[in-house]
């Protein structure tokens, strides 16, 4: 998982659980060569000087018994609602909060809708359009999940909570095409419009190693936005059958989550890629960009077969491009203030 | 200069002058909305001339006109008549409104599409001014090369004798600006290192160039990049000949000289500096330090290295005097004046600041004068620690950045035992 540290030299660092079940994190190479540094945080000091809002995320990390792209977002967005990052990250933190619970109340209200649809054993009071009788609404929601739960082999109090639960699960790939809710394809728009501005950009140079790191990182961007696109299709789908997808979640919630968030898994990493070119506003920032970009550009799962069937060999051609050499003050010497506030900028736009 | 264009609304503008030379920051830039708003050249001129050391600390975003970005690439060597001498590097402010006219003249239907690329912009249009830059520059140096002297050029109250080789200097530079901006771009970023194709660019064929525009190329990579400065021993290793080794050799030494001795002059670059906005002068303090390590560590400036330590001491000198005034106006005085808790907004520009004077603290540490930094920045701590108007998390922050992350963490445990 991607870490939105804000120190300038821990940039696109991941983190994992260790065997020993503590945190392992994996650091670029400083120099900004190839390579990456595996290491417990208390190495981290031999690299340079963490933030605060650093130090914290990271103690809330090492409490974490998952590490998932949710659990690693909520610790990002508990430590930026603090104000470790600055005044708009703060801010921006407590208005996801709430983005997050709209996401939240649509998947449960879509969720509703499609199992009252597919039952159908209780009659409208009243020919009113969906949704617009909320009591009517709620009333036909109860006797529906009453008569399903010992269908299902559960206790008639189970269905209210069970549904909660899986649309808070399945909030964040938006349950519809349409609209804009849900974390993760909002993401994936980003991706798509970052895609595009760059495609657009290469466009208008002259052909040097800074637009074949910039082809590359489309070509990847691509493969990430087909395969996310299939995933959330596939995540969506599962809702056509609401009966089929409570007798799973009933047997194995753990199953519809993993499914769930693939999408999620996939894109992870992408919103600092996205980031870090959009806050790249001329050519000479952009090029700076793109060498920044290489050296995030995540490592699809190895699971991503097993997931859409697709096999991709980019992993092995990518950035095999003559490596572009760092300023040695960078990251170190004055510019490593602006960086950290762009970094914080970037809490601020995070989706 | 001697026309009636320059009286406005019945009165002479030279009446304006004194209090326009009074004014504060905040007016100027009021004034100049107004006058950049105004069509007549003349009576901005007229009114701003004597303003331009100030406008040059102020650096105000004005709006992007034809003349502005023809000369952008020359605008460190653009100085007013009176500081010009010939043979000097630089080039003089009143030649530069008859070349733009005779650049506009013979650049065809190019000159409007540049007005629609610009139309609207400001200075501070960096991606413009490069697309914009690169269509112009280039056109600009052609069209300059073969014209003959403008027609008003004696209204500028210059040396007819002065023009040839003034336009063909610029347009040396003019023909090399786009990558000259390009390494100017790199060095402000500090991301990368040295673009080689863009310097390979720049190099093609500058033998060919006029001594005096090869020396005025060779000064803005000196001002603007002075990480490429070790490569203008291969500028001057380029020549074909002996002779144009020679006179390579020679634009170098010029070039150089005419930096160091900027330097050593008693303005130099101190009114930059002292006037300068602090967002800037941590950058510029940057580019300085970084050309004096340059000669300091290039065998070929060996000869240069006496007149250094007189230079690295003004420079001392004149960014604690900065440094000092900004600390004051930036962050001690706002806290301690303060009498309603800070709010988001108020702690952003604190933050700002804080940075801003980090900034030219960590520039200014390799003029030297590393103890007082440290006494101003524990200075600067106090001034957090009593403010009386700052949230413990607004503390910690200013507290961050201005003493480091192990402080604010210390500071940020104990609030949190503390509630």
Same mark, same amino acid.
């Given at each position: ?67 998932? %792209? ?79 739960? %010992? ?32 974390? #993760? ?8 419009? #970052? ?32 395969? #996310? ?123 | 200069?001697?026309?009636? $264009? ?10 304006? *002058? ?38 040059? $600390?102020?650096?105000?975003? *004005? ?81 300059? !090369? ?31 600006? !786009? ?62 000949? $002996? ?33 300068? !906005? ?102 600067? !701590? ?8 700052? $949230? ?28």
């Amino acid at each position: 998982m991607v870490v939105p540290f804000t120190t300038p030299v821990l940039g696109g660092t991941r983190v994992r659980l260790s065997g020993n079940r503590g945190l392992e994190l994996i650091v670029h190479n400083p120099s900004g060569g190839r390579g990456v540094y595996v290491m417990p945080w208390t190495a981290i000091t031999s690299f340079g000087r963490p933030t605060l809002h650093d130090k914290v995320l990271n103690t809330r990390m090492a409490f974490l018994e998952r590490i998932t %792209p949710v659990t690693i977002r909520e610790a990002a967005r508990a430590t930026a609602a603090e104000g470790l990052a600055g005044e708009a990250a703060m801010q921006a933190a407590l208005t996801a909060i709430e983005t997050d619970e709209g996401d939240r109340r649509f998947a449960n209200h879509h969720l509703l809708l499609a199992l009252i649809r597919q039952v159908n054993v209780v009659p409208r009071s009243s020919p009113a359009k969906t949704g617009s009788d909320l009591a009517d609404l709620d009333a036909r929601a109860r006797q529906t999940l009453a008569w399903l739960a %010992p269908r299902l082999g559960q206790p008639a109090t189970w269905g209210v909570a069970a549904l909660s639960s899986l649309g808070d699960t399945m909030a964040s790939v938006g349950v519809t095409t349409s609209g804009d809710a849900g974390r #993760t394809p909002r993401l994936a728009k980003r991706l798509h419009d #970052t895609r595009e501005d760059i495609s657009d950009w290469i466009g208008t140079q002259s052909d040097g190693d800074r637009v074949a790191y910039a082809r590359t990182i489309c070509s990847v961007s691509d493969v990430t936005l087909t395969m #996310t696109a299939g995933l959330l299709a596939q995540a969506r789908s599962m809702t056509d059958d609401m009966v089929g997808l409570l007798r799973v979640w009933s047997a194995d919630p753990d199953q519809v989550r993993r499914i769930i968030a693939r999408p999620e898994w996939l894109l992870d990493g992408w919103e600092q890629i996205c980031l870090v070119w959009n806050f790249a506003h001329d050519d000479a920032a952009r090029r700076a960009a793109l060498v920044e970009i290489a050296e995030y550009v995540p490592i699809l799962p190895r699971e991503v077969h097993e997931w859409t069937g697709y096999r991709s060999d980019l992993d092995d051609s990518l950035f095999e491009h003559r490596p572009i050499l760092l300023n040695e003050d960078w990251r170190s010497g004055a510019t490593v203030f602006d960086l950290i506030a762009r970094n914080e900028q970037f809490r601020a736009h995070a989706i | 200069m001697g026309n009636d $264009s320059s009286r406005s609304g019945g009165g002479d503008v030279s009446d304006l *002058r004194p209090g326009l030379l009074e004014a504060d920051d905040h007016k100027i830039r009021r004034i100049l909305a107004v006058v950049d708003g105004a069509v007549d050249p003349a009576v901005n001129r007229a009114l701003l001339d004597p303003l331009r050391p100030r406008l040059a $600390s102020l650096k105000p975003v *004005r709006p992007l006109r034809f003349a502005r970005l023809l000369f952008i690439p020359i605008d460190p060597l653009t100085v007013p008549a009176r500081g010009w001498r010939p043979g000097n590097l630089t080039v003089p402010r009143p030649a530069l409104a008859p070349i733009a006219k005779l650049v506009r003249a013979g650049l065809g239907d190019l000159a409007q599409a540049i007005d629609k690329m610009i139309d609207g912009r400001k200075v501070d249009a960096i991606q413009t001014i490069t697309k914009a830059g690169e269509a112009l520059w280039p056109r600009a140096a052609e069209v300059l !090369a073969h014209a003959p002297m403008p027609a008003d050029w004696a209204e500028t109250g210059l040396p007819l004798t002065l023009y040839a080789s003034l336009a063909a200097s610029i347009a040396a530079v003019l023909r090399h600006a !786009a990558q000259l901006r390009c390494i100017a771009q790199d060095e402000e970023l500090g991301a990368l290192e040295t673009d080689n194709d863009a310097v390979d660019n720049i190099m093609a064929n500058i033998a060919k160039e006029p001594e005096l525009g090869c020396a005025m190329i060779a000064q803005l990579i000196l001002l603007r990049s002075p990480h490429v400065a070790r490569l203008l021993g291969r500028v001057a290793a380029s020549g074909r000949t $002996s002779e144009e080794k020679a006179a390579l050799r020679k634009a170098m030494d010029r070039a150089l000289e005419a930096v160091l001795s900027h330097m050593e002059r008693d303005t130099g670059f101190v009114r930059d500096i002292v006037n300068g !906005a602090l967002a800037e002068v941590g950058g510029e303090v940057r580019r300085m330090t970084t050309l004096l390590r340059a000669i300091e560590t290039e065998a070929a400036f060996a000869g240069h290295l006496p007149r250094l330590k007189a230079i690295r001491t003004k420079l001392d000198e004149v960014c604690q005097t900065r440094f000092t005034r900004g600390l004051t106006e930036g962050l001690v005085a706002p806290l301690a004046a303060g009498s309603r808790p800070v709010d988001g907004t108020a702690q952003t520009e604190l933050e700002m600041c804080a940075r801003d004077l980090r900034k030219l603290e960590t520039a200014a540490r390799k003029a030297g004068g590393p103890m007082t930094y440290d006494g101003l920045l524990l200075q600067a !701590a106090e001034a957090v620690r009593s403010a009386a108007n700052l $949230s413990e998390m607004r503390r910690c922050r200013l507290i961050e950045i201005v003493s480091g992350p192990e402080a604010a963490e210390s500071m940020y445990h104990k609030a949190i035992r503390d509630t």
